[in-house]
């Protein structure tokens, strides 16, 4: 079928992206889904620092590629060993596809997937299919999902479906902000009731590790930001605190376990710093290949300090997407309040510029029926 995509044609252009159009919106093929695969019609999709990670060069992705990883949306079609999910099903996409059989797939969500990253790497789906083409040329799909677009095919183990109930925006921002912000503070903080935490770094992760500490009831949340809106917002959202990082510094302020959500060394080395002794600091962000941090080893060592990498939140979707779900449904996790604000497919190149500005806490895509 037909279908209408953003696609990374170059990687490594000049900025403002919105001059530069290293995205273009164009039309593209779209094969029947395979045996374990599924085609579904996107509602909404966030955009993400990792799609700007590939558009600016710092993970390295085969092109031309279709962007997008972070969406929700309905199911049109099934493959034929495909037999859980129903047509009109709302699903959340999620960017890694777990085979279930491997050694990291056995430590329950502590490591990746290691056929589905393979399979991300390479831009393909998890049993080795691409389903993308443009005029004959094989068009590679972003991290199992390809979520910037009308429709996608992808794998039915990138797919967790959720009730009508749950908005699509909503929906999308489960699939990679909340479920890496929220999924690190249960999975790898796992603070105990009482104990504090500490956010550096407020996009769309940060923001969701910061609601879901609030919603979990832990003791004080401290913000940590360098723009004075989104301590503002993070105020607004609950935390009991919000500084930045100088104010962390020159405070002295620490918690019992800190995230850091910002890709940046010196976000990590403030977060590290900040964390008391006995505590988990635990970092979720994906900085340039190339990037060093200085950590204090005599540090880690004399005040018995865990330091811990977290990637799409140490979760098994299947297990804590609808948990969030539940959250939400609670009242206790507003997600919508994330959504910086909503924009048309045509506007992604404006979109990435206002990511790597960081002024945006998330930016979703809203496709119309």
Same mark, same amino acid.
């Given at each position: 079928?037909?279908?209408?995509?953003?696609?990374?044609?170059?990687?490594?252009?000049?900025?403002?992206?919105?001059?530069?159009?290293?995205?273009?919106?164009?039309?593209?093929?779209?094969?029947?889904?395979?045996?374990?695969?599924?085609?579904?019609?996107?509602?909404?999709?966030?955009?993400?620092?990792?799609?700007?990670?590939?558009?600016?060069?710092?993970?390295?992705?085969?092109?031309?590629?279709?962007?997008?990883?972070?969406?929700?949306?309905?199911?049109?079609?099934?493959?034929?060993?495909?037999?859980?999910?129903?047509?009109?099903?709302?699903?959340?996409?999620?960017?890694?596809?777990?085979?279930?059989?491997?050694?990291?797939?056995?430590?329950?969500?502590?490591?990746?997937?290691?056929?589905?990253?393979?399979?991300?790497?390479?831009?393909?789906?998890?049993?080795?299919?691409?389903?993308?083409?443009?005029g004959?040329?094989?068009?590679?799909?972003? #991290? $199992?999902? %390809?979520?910037?677009? !009308?429709h *996608?095919? @992808?794998?039915?183990?990138? =797919?967790?479906?959720?009730d009508?109930?749950?908005?699509?925006?909503?929906?999308?921002?489960?699939?990679?902000?909340?479920?890496?912000?929220?999924?690190?503070?249960?999975?790898?903080?796992?603070?105990?009731?009482?104990?504090?935490?500490?956010?550096?770094?407020?996009?769309?992760?940060?923001?969701?590790?910061?609601?879901?500490?609030?919603?979990?009831?832990?003791?004080e949340?401290?913000?940590?930001?360098?723009?004075?809106?989104?301590?503002?917002l993070?105020?607004? #959202? $609950?935390? %009991?605190?919000?500084? !930045?990082? *100088?104010? @962390?510094?020159?405070?002295? =302020?620490?918690?019992?376990?800190?995230?850091?959500?910002?890709?940046?060394?010196?976000?990590?080395?403030?977060?590290?710093a900040?964390?008391?002794?006995?505590?988990?600091?635990?970092?979720?962000?994906?900085?340039?290949?190339?990037?060093?941090?200085?950590?204090?080893?005599?540090?880690?060592?004399?005040?018995?300090?865990?330091?811990?990498?977290?990637?799409?939140?140490?979760?098994?979707?299947?297990?804590?997407?609808?948990?969030?779900?539940?959250?939400?449904?609670?009242?206790?996790?507003?997600?919508?309040?994330?959504?910086?604000?909503?924009?048309?497919?045509?506007?992604?190149?404006?979109?990435?510029?206002?990511?790597?500005?960081g002024?945006?806490?998330?930016?979703?895509?809203?496709?119309?029926?």
């Amino acid at each position: 079928m037909q279908i209408t995509g953003a696609v990374l044609e170059e990687i490594g252009r000049s900025r403002p992206y919105a001059e530069s159009a290293p995205v273009s919106v164009t039309r593209l093929e779209l094969a029947e889904p395979g045996p374990t695969e599924v085609r579904v019609r996107i509602e909404a999709a966030g955009v993400c620092h990792s799609d700007l990670s590939v558009l600016d060069g710092n993970r390295v992705r085969p092109v031309p590629m279709l962007l997008g990883h972070e969406a929700a949306g309905r199911v049109e079609a099934v493959g034929a060993e495909v037999s859980d999910l129903d047509v009109g099903r709302r699903v959340v996409m999620t960017f890694l596809p777990r085979c279930g059989e491997c050694d990291g797939c056995r430590t329950g969500g502590r490591l990746p997937c290691g056929p589905g990253s393979a399979a991300n790497n390479e831009g393909r789906l998890l049993h080795g299919s691409r389903r993308l083409t443009r005029g004959g040329e094989t068009v590679h799909h972003h #991290l $199992g999902v %390809s979520g910037f677009a !009308t429709h *996608a095919v @992808v794998d039915r183990a990138s =797919l967790v479906p959720v009730d009508d109930d749950v908005p699509a925006e909503v929906a999308a921002v489960l699939g990679c902000a909340v479920l890496t912000g929220g999924g690190a503070l249960l999975n790898a903080v796992r603070a105990e009731p009482g104990e504090s935490v500490m956010v550096v770094g407020l996009g769309g992760v940060g923001m969701a590790a910061l609601l879901a500490a609030v919603a979990q009831g832990t003791g004080e949340v401290i913000a940590v930001d360098t723009l004075p809106e989104k301590l503002e917002l993070a105020r607004e #959202l $609950g935390a %009991s605190r919000a500084c !930045t990082p *100088a104010e @962390v510094a020159g405070q002295g =302020l620490r918690a019992s376990h800190t995230i850091e959500c910002a890709g940046n060394p010196r976000a990590l080395e403030t977060a590290f710093a900040a964390t008391a002794p006995g505590g988990r600091t635990v970092t979720v962000g994906l900085p340039g290949p190339t990037a060093l941090a200085r950590l204090s080893p005599l540090t880690m060592t004399a005040e018995a300090r865990t330091v811990i990498g977290s990637y799409l939140g140490s979760a098994v979707p299947a297990r804590d997407i609808p948990e969030f779900a539940r959250w939400w449904r609670e009242g206790r996790l507003p997600v919508e309040r994330l959504i910086s604000r909503r924009i048309r497919l045509d506007e992604i190149n404006e979109a990435m510029d206002e990511l790597a500005d960081g002024k945006a806490v998330r930016q979703v895509i809203v496709f119309d029926e």
